[in-house]
Nanobody
Framework: QVQLVESGGGLVQPGGSLRLSCAAS????????MGWYRQAPGKQRELVAA???????NYADSVKGRFTISRDNVKNTVDLQMNSLKAEDTAVYYC???????????WGQGTQVAVSS
């Protein structure tokens, strides 16, 4: 069983930056594709960014050039650096781990990001 704990959410003004971090425990971290999803009120949960063990990444079009996902396979963490934040980035952000071979996935409890002046 993998446990995921997010941190780093908060309130920021438009154009500002936030860094989210997710700490994983209970599994072999390198076996998992790690990702960040978000869910805004009244909307479906959507993929923001994902990173495989080899470092390959995938981003939603809406965040390309503004967000950067990274992982540390020693510390078992995955971070999301968010720059040039917009009001439409406001959502609860969830850390996700998918076991590459089986597809088994785990979720964190979520962290709120609010972008407002």
């Amino acid at each position: 069983q993998v446990q995921l704990v997010e941190s780093g959410g908060g309130l920021v003004q438009p154009g500002g930056s936030l860094r989210l971090s997710c700490a994983a425990s209970g599994g072999i971290f390198r076996l998992y594709i790690m990702g960040w999803y978000r869910q805004a009120p009244g909307k479906q949960r959507e993929l923001v960014a994902a990173i495989a063990n080899n470092g390959s990444t995938n981003y939603a079009d809406s965040v390309k050039g503004r967000f950067t996902i990274s992982r540390d396979n020693v510390k078992n963490t995955v971070d999301l650096q968010m720059n040039s934040l917009k009001a439409e980035d406001t959502a609860v952000y969830y850390c996700n781990a998918i076991k590459a071979r089986s597809g088994t996935q785990y979720w964190g409890q979520g962290t709120q990001v609010a972008v407002s002046s």
